[in-house]
């Protein structure tokens, strides 16, 4: 019997072990840390774990329903404690809050029914007795009534019909607004439904101490896709022999179901959601498919989304050619096989093909297009490509092997903090850390952070392109651009404090130089107009010729001399039966290959300058254009 008292008593004492050991505790976790990427956002927590000596079960609740529990990371820092298990967790529970907010709301629901079938049936009622009214009208019998009985009957009918009306308007308008009333809460009723009972996410950690430990400090970490920041700058410029400001900035919105209130904030330029996975080498074998001897003709894309590939000319792929669609902002890259897809805006635009240590190419878009590239050999021996920037090959020693955020330039300042924050050049990415605690709820509204001002050399000049617009900008040339860690986005312009609109600034198709459109000077006045003694249009048979004669006009009307680009342009041949020749150049720059014209003018004050080009075109009158 003794050895069964000693082994029942060992039981006895190792319940409360056992006990300890089952029951789990919630953790309240803080949240301190945000590194908000383009698309996505790193959430770091921290808190304090008070542990028993053997395993604990802990629950840390409160967490972003949007998480991604495949970038779930937790640490503490005692070598007496393991992680022996970590679980993400969804459940749905019940918002005491929201629940007691659906009751307030039935009950009065329910009293606004009964009161509006109330007031439902004293119209009835109303309505009855009119009736009743309306139906003893004849009185007096066989004999006639008397004049006083009419009288009487005519102010007994007035009196009780005056008084229904009256009431009937009173409960008409109780009818209209119960009735508003009561479609409200039914609406509200059915869009709250949905958040009595509410998704609740958590994790579950099990960890094994050595001793029993009190505020042990822990670390939970994990990305939220449902969060954002987008650039914006602001480009000021003060005088034409001062640097522009650049102010860098964020628009950061974010809808993870968690508030972030005064966190530490870092707003990083990579982006998770675009994945790491590097190319993998597979063999090239030709052809890569059997085809068909039956060429294909040319036709113009069926859709917006234009698809191709870039080679040189010994057909090998060009990795990393820019394509732009001309006369917009949009463009893309080619990847590691040289093929590219673009989305264009316009397929009557043309898309610009260009790399260096090649020639560019300006091609109208047509399906599954084959671009071939023509060496540049006058530039291809000077300049190699360093991630997005370039340099000379003469600064170059030993072999590229990572890409970095680096200064190419010794004159470079230290941008103007507008908030207090740390710029700091990781491998692939730039951060900014802010220093000072923000805010940004989760509400998927859009919150600005003005982060940094650079003051940026810029030469400045006016242009003008008097066959699309009528004005003449001042442009700004901004210098050495790709040494600043800039994105595409938008740009809100102010000349002497004075706001003169948008423009986008996209560098990634940039080069050392990239002007911005400061403003119009209403100062400098063009005019474009044709010639019409030296401009016709005749039929020879089945040709057409047309001969265009243009005339533009520069007028200053500063009191301070000025230089002026004068851009216009003649059509080119998108067929080879037809054919357009420039006949007089007017004196200006010609870039063939663009159809390009191009002036720089000096002009006094109060000067005028009148500037002529001439072209023909003969085309087969089967085309039905017209030629501008």
């Known amino acids: 019997m003794k050895p069964k008292f000693i082994l029942a008593k060992l039981i006895f004492c190792l319940l409360p072990l056992v006990a300890m050991d089952a029951v789990a505790q919630n953790v309240k976790t803080k949240i301190k840390d945000i590194t908000v990427y383009r698309n996505g956002a790193m959430v770091t927590r921290k808190g ?22 495949n970038t779930l990371r937790i640490g503490i820092s005692n070598k007496n404690v393991k992680i022996l298990s970590v679980k993400h967790e969804e459940t749905v529970v019940d918002n005491e809050k929201a629940q007691k907010q ?72 109780k009818i209209r607004k119960y009735t508003g009333e009561i479609l409200r809460l039914t609406q509200e009723k059915e869009n709250n439904q949905k958040d009595i009972q509410k998704r609740d996410s958590r994790v579950k950690l099990i960890v094994s101490s050595d001793v029993a430990l009190t505020n042990v400090p822990v670390t939970m970490s994990y990305i939220v896709f449902s969060a954002s920041w987008e650039p914006f700058y602001e480009v000021r410029a003060d005088a034409v022999d001062q640097p522009i400001k650049l102010v860098y900035g964020a628009h950061i919105k974010q809808k993870t179901t968690e508030d972030w209130n005064a966190v530490r904030l870092t707003i990083s330029t990579g982006d998770p959601s675009e994945g790491n996975a590097a190319p993998e080498f597979q ?43 001309e006369k917009t902002n949009n463009g893309t890259v080619t990847d590691m096989n040289g093929k590219f897809k673009l ?22 878009p ?94 400045y000049r006016f242009s003008c392109m008097p066959r699309t617009s009528k004005d003449v900008y001042l442009l700004a040339d901004l210098k050495d651009i790709s040494q ?13 404090n004075v706001y003169q609109g948008e423009c986008v600034i996209s560098p990634d198709f940039s080069e050392d130089k990239y002007p911005i459109s400061v403003g119009r000077d209403k100062d400098i006045a063009v005019k474009r107009q044709e010639v019409k003694d030296l401009t016709s249009k005749r039929i020879f048979g089945s040709s057409v010729k047309v001969v265009k004669c243009v005339e533009i006009t520069v007028r200053n009307n500063k009191n301070a001399s000025v230089e002026v680009d004068v851009v216009d342009q003649y059509p080119l041949p998108k067929y080879s039966d037809i054919k357009s020749e420039l006949t007089d150049n007017g004196g200006a720059e010609v870039d063939a290959e663009k159809g390009k014209l191009t002036w720089k003018l000096k002009l006094a004050p109060q000067e005028k300058k009148v500037l002529r080009f001439s072209y023909e075109v003969k085309y087969p009158k089967t085309y039905g254009f017209t030629v501008e």
């Open 366 to 459: 047509y399906e599954n297009m084959h671009i071939a590239l023509e060496e540049d050999e006058a530039h291809l021996d000077e300049v190699v490509v360093v991630g997005y920037g370039v340099q000379k090959k003469m600064s170059l020693t030993g072999s590229v092997v990572s890409v970095k955020s680096k200064t190419k330039s010794s004159r470079k300042e230290e941008p103007e903090k507008k908030v207090p924050l740390e710029l700091s050049n990781t491998q692939t990415s730039t951060e900014f850390e802010i220093d000072v605690p923000y805010t940004v709820p989760s509400d998927d509204k859009v919150y600005d952070v003005s982060m940094l001002t650079y003051n940026i050399d810029a030469d």
């Open 48 to 69: 304090s774990l008070n542990l028993q000596k053997g395993n604990n079960t802990l629950y840390l609740n409160g967490l972003s329903t949007e998480l991604d529990p």
């Open 484 to 496: 600043y860690p800039l994105l595409k986005g938008n740009a809100y312009v102010y000349l002497d």
């Open 102 to 173: 659906s009751t307030t709301s039935g009950k009065r629901l329910e009293m606004l029914k009964d009161s509006l079938a109330f007031f439902r049936a004293q119209m009835d009622i109303i309505n009855e007795e009119e009736d009743l009214i309306k139906a003893n009208k004849v009185v007096g019998g066989r004999n006639g009534a008397t004049t006083a009985e009419l009288k009487a009957m005519a102010d007994y009918y007035k009196r009780e019909l005056s008084g229904n009306a009256t009431k009937k308007i009173s409960i008409d308008k």
């Open 283 to 325: 063999p090239m074998y030709l052809p890569a498919s059997r085809k068909n001897n039956s060429v294909k003709k040319w036709g113009p894309p069926q859709s917006k989304l234009v698809y191709g590939i870039v080679v040189d000319q010994t057909n090998e792929p060009i990795i990393g050619a820019n394509v732009v669609e």
């Open 343 to 364: 989305e264009m805006t316009d397929l009557k635009n043309k898309l610009s093909f260009n790399y260096i240590g090649y020639k560019p190419s300006t091609v109208a």
